[in-house]
């Protein structure tokens, strides 16, 4: 389990914790109805009856805690437990309601707060199958009255009651399949929303990607290259250089002109390809207009800049190109500089831009420095 996993489970288990802790509020108010039942006399049972509801109400809620803090409950079906708390909760206040005589009418609202915990975790059909649970119980009480106690209440008032449960029962049951719908809803315009988001992201990150890199080759683009070079040249520590060479590809137009403007772009995605393979990672390699690129390589001296060039240079002059004659060598020059701290960015690049002029001038596919000082 990976450990966005693990942490979604920890917050869906504190949320289970949080409803847990809520459902012991009505417990607890349920207590006090024993406890003040009994003070005022109106219980009729024994003192070990009334300690009983007490006693099993907190037997089985810490069954469920324990559940809960072991991560037990993840093992069921529904990790919240919600119907088996419901079911255990109405089979405890059916126990109670045997003895609170005059008092039970106004007590069996007591049911439809103990289904209302299920509105947001049951299906329709589950919480129909609590509700009838519920009347069942109460039914059973009815039935089961004339043996558990001396003086049962009438029938007919006992039926009324029962009647007017289920009435109230079903509007619960309407109230929350309402509710349920909203929910329903809404979570499906905030899934609508996600996605919607995430094409959003997508089509920002591919704006992002056409304003910060070329369209054709998928380097840098020259103001992108200029806006990182300035960047990392302000990290260049004192004793340090950096690399800078300009690169031009010898007699492009020619590949153009003769062979078409595809076969030019291939050759163009190809050097791109070769350059990328041949250098680091963190070297930056921009595209700067046409058939001409631009490197920086960070914190390079003379002797690692120009053997990364050259390396460059030889793939790219041993490389066989579809379209283009078998016999046919695409080759490069380069201008190359070294740039130290304080050294001005444009600077440099036209003290390679005119390297390069004198490596084309030379014959081509070679590569010079501007300063032979440097070389």
Not at 218 to 227: D, H, P, W
Not at 241 to 257: E, M, P, R, W, Y
Not at 308 to 326: D, K, M, Y
Request: charge should be neutral; include cysteine; glycine fraction near 6%.
């Amino acid at each position: 389990m990976s450990n966005t996993d693990t942490a979604t489970q920890a917050k869906f288990q504190r949320l289970r914790m949080q409803r847990f802790l809520m459902a012991q509020l009505n417990y607890v108010i349920t207590y006090v109805v024993i406890v003040t039942t009994w003070i005022f006399g109106e219980y009729h049972g024994t003192e070990l009856q009334a300690i009983s509801h007490i006693l099993l109400g907190l037997s089985t809620q810490g069954v469920f805690l324990w559940l809960l803090i072991s991560n037990q409950n993840l093992k069921f079906r529904d990790p919240s437990m919600t119907a088996a708390q419901i079911v255990v909760a109405c089979l405890l206040l059916t126990y109670m309601l045997v003895y609170v005589g005059e008092l039970r009418g106004s007590m069996t609202t007591i049911y439809a707060i103990i289904l209302l915990f299920g509105v947001f975790q049951l299906s329709r059909r589950a919480f129909i199958a609590c509700c009838s649970f519920a009347l069942i119980c109460f039914g059973s009480l009815i039935m089961l009255d004339p043996l558990l106690i001396e003086s049962p209440a009438p029938i007919n008032r006992m039926l009324l009651q029962w009647f007017l449960l289920a009435c109230f029962l079903a509007w619960v049951t309407m109230f929350c399949s309402y509710i349920r719908e909203l929910r329903d809803r809404l979570q499906k315009r905030h899934s609508t929303l996600q996605i919607h988001q995430e094409t959003l992201k997508g089509m920002m990150g591919q704006l992002e990607s056409l304003a910060t890199t070329d369209g054709l080759t998928g380097l840098l683009n020259r103001r992108t290259f200029y806006q990182e070079a300035e960047r990392r040249l302000t990290l260049l520590t004192p004793g340090k250089t950096a690399g800078l060479a300009v690169i031009d590809l010898d007699h492009f137009k020619q590949v153009n002109d003769t062979y078409g403007h595809a076969v030019g772009d291939k050759v163009l995605q190809s050097f791109a390809q070769i350059a990328r393979e041949s250098l680091r990672d963190h070297d930056l390699l921009g595209r700067f207009g046409g058939e001409e690129f631009i490197l920086l390589i960070h914190q390079a001296d003379a002797n690692l800049l120009q053997q990364c060039v050259e390396r460059i240079r030889q793939r790219f002059a041993e490389t066989c190109f579809a379209g283009l004659p078998e016999d046919y060598r695409c080759t490069l020059s380069a201008g190359l500089s070294l740039i130290r701290p304080g050294d001005k960015l444009d600077v440099r690049i036209r003290q390679a831009d005119m390297a390069l002029y004198a490596a084309k001038a030379n014959g081509r596919n070679q590569s010079q420095f501007s300063d032979n000082s440097d070389a």
